[in-house]
């Protein structure tokens, strides 16, 4: 289940972070070669100019993996204590017809993505040049 997840995030990730590295100015780089900075501490130095965005797209990459049901379902099968989560579970719920477990398993699934989005957003904002 996890390569699904990955197959469904990494597009998303892929995209936006390079579109935020493709923000930065070129001149950067050149002047992070020009004192003597290999590549990989080029790279750092760029991915934390551009961390603001990079953080934006964890957070959508995020959203994009934790809303999959079918990946979930297809790949994992839905095996009590083995492979379901809360998307899968939610879904065989609602099919069965206890909708008030699969509504409070959904609240519960809406609740974590909240916290989650809403604690990488407080640390976006806080790194936030001003």
């Known amino acids: 289940m996890i390569i699904a997840q990955a197959v469904i995030a990494i597009p998303i990730v892929t995209g936006i ?4 590295m493709q923000q930065l100015p070129p001149r950067m780089r050149l002047q992070i070669k020009a004192l003597g900075a290999t590549r990989m501490q080029m790279l750092l130095l760029l991915m934390r100019e551009a961390r603001l965005p990079l953080l ?3 957070m959508a990459g995020f959203g994009g993996v934790i809303s999959e049901v079918g990946a979930s379902i297809m790949v994992g099968g ?3 204590s083995c492979s379901r989560v809360l998307t899968t579970a939610t879904v065989m719920e609602t099919s069965r017809g206890n909708f008030d477990v699969a509504i409070a398993l ?13 604690i990488l957003t407080s640390i976006q904002q806080q790194q936030r040049p001003r």
């Open 106 to 118: 959904s609240l519960i699934l809406l609740l974590i993505a909240y916290l989650i989005n809403l």
């Open 78 to 80: 839905n095996i009590k």
């Open 56 to 58: 934006a797209e964890v």
């Open 17 to 20: 972070s390079l579109a935020a």
